[in-house]
């Protein structure tokens, strides 16, 4: 290398960190700026200021968030919610994908289309018609009765993505385990599925986190506020503090947001794979 | 691939030979997708068409079919501000994550090929802001663009000596904020798909391209991105279909206004039927949207078939 090519290169990658901080500043400052309002009084809220650093710190939002008789509920129905939905999902989205990926059955191509065709349908179509349905039945403001929803609607994306998994693990591993004498079912539970266990964990956190942030299906089958899911709860609590007191807000948001993002910290690298796998596949 | 499948295809075909017809063997499997995808997709969906043909509403039981509620809808003279306004705001929000998306995958890429510090750390938060509920990011833009004293943007400009801006007051400035927080939002899907497909990039076009003297915009133009445009077209169609079904962050940042300046088409099918109790004309537009979303699979499928070709 040159000596004018290897100052040209620190001059790019000079450039390259001017790029990095400006995406970092973009994306993270109203996070921060969040948090540091979630930290501050009601009379430093107030005073117009660029400084992050809150003048007198204080956790006295959180603990009024927290003590507050929905909030709590709030962020135990959204896991419920998710728990359900993620884990229905694994158990619709396993078997079908595997089919997929290794059955030959008439119109085999036709059906995976239609599996990717119901991920395009926005549950705000299908919402309309369920609440009139689930009205007349007497289920509306169920957490299972909308949980089973929450599995519907994460399926399709499920089964897309671990169908692409499975076609990447070797069919000699079922053949073998069946010339043993094997059924498939056994095949796929004891053979298949173990191997799997990294795609299954990266799927399933992926759905916990999409049932995280669903918002039109619980804001429409759910309605007593002791049922509600944070996502939907936010907004009777924007409706309450937004005007008085942005702290508590803001603390809200900090407790509403911190789960999905501690769970997709921890398992990034998961993530990141199998996304791109599902997605560049689909 | 093709010989793997091919070969699946002839055991198989050996395998069900001569037998009596059973039931095939993938039903079991499928059996528990296949009654979810007809009690919550294909009967909501038949009946959202059926309702739009009808005068039903929430406040009443019974209706009657009718082709007024279709009529209602397309004469409707706001129907075209809603229209131009989702156009605006799907074409803008794609654009930009596509641009921004492109230019982080880059770079982010150009950082861990030079072993730079803070890669991960930049794509990290990125991802963050994907991953948060709409109506969260609605609240957190709703308070970094206030006009009052906590609004942040408002803050920097006090600080460097300039007026406030009403970022969610003016009808204008409305649009560009909801569009700038929805980009914030889904630029970190476009990053993912892009920064994979860059991966695949054959290294040896930019050797030759750069001995012929090509300047960096070049490169990136004739040897980078025809190199991943399957993956840009699929990319670009699955954003549209996201942006176009985007609503719950428009609801908490600015609530479609001000004067309905951000009522975006599924935000007018949200509020025709929870504000207005209008199931007809919800319906009616859940349709328009699902016309569009059904429009854009097929183009997708046909992008990805095309390429597979």
Redesign the interface.
Known sequence: MTAGSARR?RI??GL??L??LA??L??????L??LS?SLRTQED??????NPVPASPTLSNYGEVLSSAQFPRFLVNSALLSAMGSLGAM???A??A??FS?????G?KG?L??????Q???P???????Y??FA?LGLLDSIPVTG??Y???L?PLA?WMLKGFFDGIP?ELDDAAMIDGAT?WSAFRRVVLPVALPSLTAVFVIAA?LA?????VPF?LLSDPSNLP???G??NF?GNY?TNS?GI??AG?VL??AP??LL??VL?RYI?GA??AG??K? | MTT?SAT??G???RAQGGGRWSP???L???A??LA??T???L???L??LR?AFTDSTLLR?DYAYTLQTFEQVLSDPSLGKVLGVTGIFVAASVVGQLLLGL??AL??Q??VA?K?H??V?????????W??????IG??????L?E???G?V???L??TGLAPVSWLSDTKLAVVSVVTANI?RGTAFTM??L???LHTVNRELYDAARVDGAGRLRLLWHVTLPQIRP?LL?NVI?IT?ATL?T??MI??LTGGGPAQATEVL?LR??NS??VSFN?AA??VF?VF??LA??L??VV??RVLGQEER
């Open positions: 290169a790019d990658d390259n960190y790029g990095l995406v970092l973009f994306f993270g400052i109203p996070l700026w969040i309002l809220i107030l005073v117009t200021t660029v158990i619709v989205a078997p079908a595997y089919a290794r059955m030959v059955f008439r085999r059906l289309i239609a599996v990717l065709a119901l395009m349908i926005s705000l179509v299908l919402a309309f018609p369920l009139r349905y007349s089973l929803v599995v519907a609607i399926m089964t069919t498939r986190l995280w942030a669903e918002f039109v429409i944070i996502s939907v936010i907004l924007q937004a942005t807000l803001a948001s509403a947001i999905a993002i997709f910290v990034q990141v996304f791109v997605a560049l689909g | 793997a699946r295809v055991r198989a075909a095939p063997e993938a079991p499997w499928l528990p997708l979810l995808a009690v919550f997709f009967w909501p969906v009946n959202v309702l039981d230019f982080i770079i982010v150009r950082a030079r730079l803070g890669a750390l930049v794509r990290s938060v990125v991802l963050c802001a991953v948060m509920p709409g109506v969260l609240v957190v833009w709703q308070i970094v206030n009052g004293p906590f942040l408002n803050s920097v006090a600080e914030w993912l798909l920064y994979a497909a993956v699929v699955l279909i079904n609503f719950d609801l908490s599924a099918t949200f039927v929870f199931l919800g319906c859940a949207l699902l979303s059904l854009l699979t997708y499928r």
